[in-house]
């Protein structure tokens, strides 16, 4: 099993920026695909990024792309989710989701984070 443990959220106003860090446990990190994903109140949880054991991206959604950069370090555990140029459409909780397959923007993700809140002003 694959605990993961999310921080970096926060409140900004439109055009700054975010790091999101999601810290996972487990000698096997390095072989699982991690992936972020996002949901809005009254709206279904969508994918926004995901990379897997061997440093391949999944493509990132429509909405994020240029904007969005998903990285990892396995010396550290961890994956992040480096969010610049935030617009009010990118308030939402974020997810971070970890996999033994190559799941890519599938959701149905083995193993969740939390959530972290990113609230996005006008």
């Known amino acids: 099993q694959v605990q993961l443990v999310e921080s970096g959220g926060g409140l900004v106003q439109a055009g700054g920026s975010l790091r999101l860090s999601c810290a996972a446990s487990?000698?096997?990190?390095?072989?699982?695909?991690m992936a972020w994903f996002r949901q809005a109140p009254g709206k279904e949880r969508e994918f926004v990024a995901g990379?897997?054991?061997?440093?391949?991206?999944?493509p990132y959604a429509d909405s994020v792309k240029g904007r969005f950069t998903i990285s990892r370090d396995n010396a550290k555990n961890t994956v992040y989710l480096q969010m610049n140029s935030l617009k009010p459409e990118d308030t939402a909780v974020y997810y971070c989701?970890?996999?033994?397959?190559?799941?890519?923007?599938?959701?149905?993700?083995?193993?969740w984070g939390q959530g972290t809140q990113v609230t996005v002003s006008s």
């Open positions: 990379i897997r054991w061997s440093g391949i991206i999944t």
């Open positions: 487990g000698r096997t990190f390095s072989s699982y695909t």
């Open positions: 989701a970890a996999d033994q397959r190559l799941l890519g923007a599938n959701k149905n993700y083995d193993y």
